[in-house]
């Protein structure tokens, strides 16, 4: 059976793991992490990047500094992973779900405004498959109602949208480095700072409340407790782990680029004759193959597309029940107009396998077995 995902790996990893552990410290703002905060800042232009202990806690953390109170309203697609929504109820916010757009299945930009009350507080964006949103839109609406932007680029590393990397055009961006993303630390990811105001309020934060932070760089000659805070420091075996991807990032991303485009171009006939619709990048993006999906006509031919891949060895996956249809997104939030994108494509679309190291022979596989389905 190909698998659906395998977590990247390289060998490297257990060198930089015992290198790690050989000092007898591994808890966390180690020199593993510092290396990993420093690519992040590098490679995207971000003024200020802090690994966190996943993309989730990156989430809940931009909640919390986006100063977000019990009854604001924040937008977001209700189609996406549960993280996006959960970290913005966490600080007390209503969720208001838009619909997305079907040709990315991002959120639809021109229906934010409508959404928008005197509660609202922020917009949560995600770029799907690491492809993204329509940022120009969403800043400029940003901007004219004074709302905060946060950038759920957990599937965006190494994307960029008018060749700025995800997660540096909102307040804060969040990148996940879970393994089934395109760099793994096993569990983790980073919060990317936007605006250098709030890098103290998220060192403390991030510091059980304390001004630690501040003290290691020694501006200051004790530390103490100064406001609300939790723990979000990795530790820095895993981010050993991770320093082993971030340094061959361009080698992973180009692998698995290579696959989506086999993929994409093995799947045009089938879309030329009207019988699946393929994923759309548009012209601004540059993104990262985090994933490669299709679309088929509706949920029962996706049923069986799923079932005849199994057949043919191979695993196909398909993903997001819409928040808002689920229990957790009835109770803390409500669907802001009419719902004409998120379900139906949601039961349409069906991802193939993609991961870095995957066989030519194994992609030929799922083409072969996606082909027979349509024949
Ligand atoms: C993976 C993912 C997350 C959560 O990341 P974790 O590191 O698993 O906490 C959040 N949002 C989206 C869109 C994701 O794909």
Redesign the pocket.
Same mark, same amino acid.
């Given at each position: 059976m190909i698998s659906f995902n395998v977590p990247p790996y390289v060998p490297t990893a257990p060198g930089y793991m015992a290198e790690a552990v050989s000092n007898h410290k591994i808890c966390g703002d180690g020199p593993f992490t510092k290396k990993c905060n420093a690519w992040i800042e590098e490679k995207t232009g971000c003024q200020k990047a802090l690994l966190t202990?996943?993309?989730?806690?990156?989430?809940e953390m931009a909640a919390i500094l986006c100063d977000i109170q019990p009854g604001d309203e924040v937008i977001l697609p209700s189609y996406?992973?549960? +993280?996006?929504a959960t +970290?913005a109820v966490l600080p007390g916010a209503k969720l208001v779900f838009v619909d997305v757009r079907s040709d990315t299945m991002n959120i639809d930009e021109t229906k934010i405004e409508d959404a928008i009350t005197d509660k609202t507080k922020a917009i949560f964006i995600?770029?799907?498959a690491g492809v993204s949103a329509d940022m120009d839109a969403i800043m400029d609406i940003a901007r004219r109602h004074d709302l905060k932007v946060v950038e759920?680029?957990?599937?965006g590393v190494m994307s960029t949208y008018k060749g700025k990397a995800l997660g540096t055009i909102g307040d804060f961006g969040?990148?996940?480095?879970?393994e089934?993303?395109n760099y793994s630390m096993g569990?983790?990811?980073a919060l990317l700072i936007n605006d250098p105001s709030k890098n103290e309020a998220a060192e403390i934060l991030r510091e059980k409340g304390t001004n630690r932070a501040k003290f290691f760089r020694g501006q200051i000659d004790k530390y103490t407790w100064v406001g609300y805070g939790s723990s979000y420091l990795p530790s820095d075996l895993n981010a050993a782990y991770l320093w082993s991807q971030l340094e061959v990032a361009d080698e992973i991303n180009d692998d698995r680029l290579a696959t989506w485009h086999k993929y994409d171009e093995a799947f045009k006939p089938l879309e030329d004759a009207g019988k699946v619709e393929l994923p759309t990048v548009p012209e601004d993006c540059v993104h990262n193959a985090?994933m490669y999906y299709m679309k088929c006509k509706d949920l029962d031919e996706r049923t069986r597309l799923i079932d005849h891949l199994k057949e043919n060895g191979v695993y196909a996956v398909f993903h997001y029940i819409p928040l808002h249809s689920a229990p957790a997104g009835q109770e803390f939030g409500r669907f802001h107009g009419t719902d004409e994108v998120t379900t139906r494509d949601s039961e349409r679309l069906v991802r193939l396998p993609l991961y870095y190291g995957i066989s030519d022979e194994d992609v030929e596989t799922v083409i072969k077995a996606v082909n027979s389905f349509y024949e």
């Amino acid at each position: 059976m190909i698998s659906f995902n395998v977590p990247p790996y390289v060998p490297t990893a257990p060198g930089y793991m015992a290198e790690a552990v050989s000092n007898h410290k591994i808890c966390g703002d180690g020199p593993f992490t510092k290396k990993c905060n420093a690519w992040i800042e590098e490679k995207t232009g971000c003024q200020k990047a802090l690994l966190t202990t996943s993309g989730t806690t990156a989430l809940e953390m931009a909640a919390i500094l986006c100063d977000i109170q019990p009854g604001d309203e924040v937008i977001l697609p209700s189609y996406t992973f549960s +993280s996006t929504a959960t +970290s913005a109820v966490l600080p007390g916010a209503k969720l208001v779900f838009v619909d997305v757009r079907s040709d990315t299945m991002n959120i639809d930009e021109t229906k934010i405004e409508d959404a928008i009350t005197d509660k609202t507080k922020a917009i949560f964006i995600v770029h799907y498959a690491g492809v993204s949103a329509d940022m120009d839109a969403i800043m400029d609406i940003a901007r004219r109602h004074d709302l905060k932007v946060v950038e759920d680029a957990a599937q965006g590393v190494m994307s960029t949208y008018k060749g700025k990397a995800l997660g540096t055009i909102g307040d804060f961006g969040c990148f996940s480095f879970h393994e089934t993303k395109n760099y793994s630390m096993g569990e983790g990811g980073a919060l990317l700072i936007n605006d250098p105001s709030k890098n103290e309020a998220a060192e403390i934060l991030r510091e059980k409340g304390t001004n630690r932070a501040k003290f290691f760089r020694g501006q200051i000659d004790k530390y103490t407790w100064v406001g609300y805070g939790s723990s979000y420091l990795p530790s820095d075996l895993n981010a050993a782990y991770l320093w082993s991807q971030l340094e061959v990032a361009d080698e992973i991303n180009d692998d698995r680029l290579a696959t989506w485009h086999k993929y994409d171009e093995a799947f045009k006939p089938l879309e030329d004759a009207g019988k699946v619709e393929l994923p759309t990048v548009p012209e601004d993006c540059v993104h990262n193959a985090h994933m490669y999906y299709m679309k088929c006509k509706d949920l029962d031919e996706r049923t069986r597309l799923i079932d005849h891949l199994k057949e043919n060895g191979v695993y196909a996956v398909f993903h997001y029940i819409p928040l808002h249809s689920a229990p957790a997104g009835q109770e803390f939030g409500r669907f802001h107009g009419t719902d004409e994108v998120t379900t139906r494509d949601s039961e349409r679309l069906v991802r193939l396998p993609l991961y870095y190291g995957i066989s030519d022979e194994d992609v030929e596989t799922v083409i072969k077995a996606v082909n027979s389905f349509y024949e």
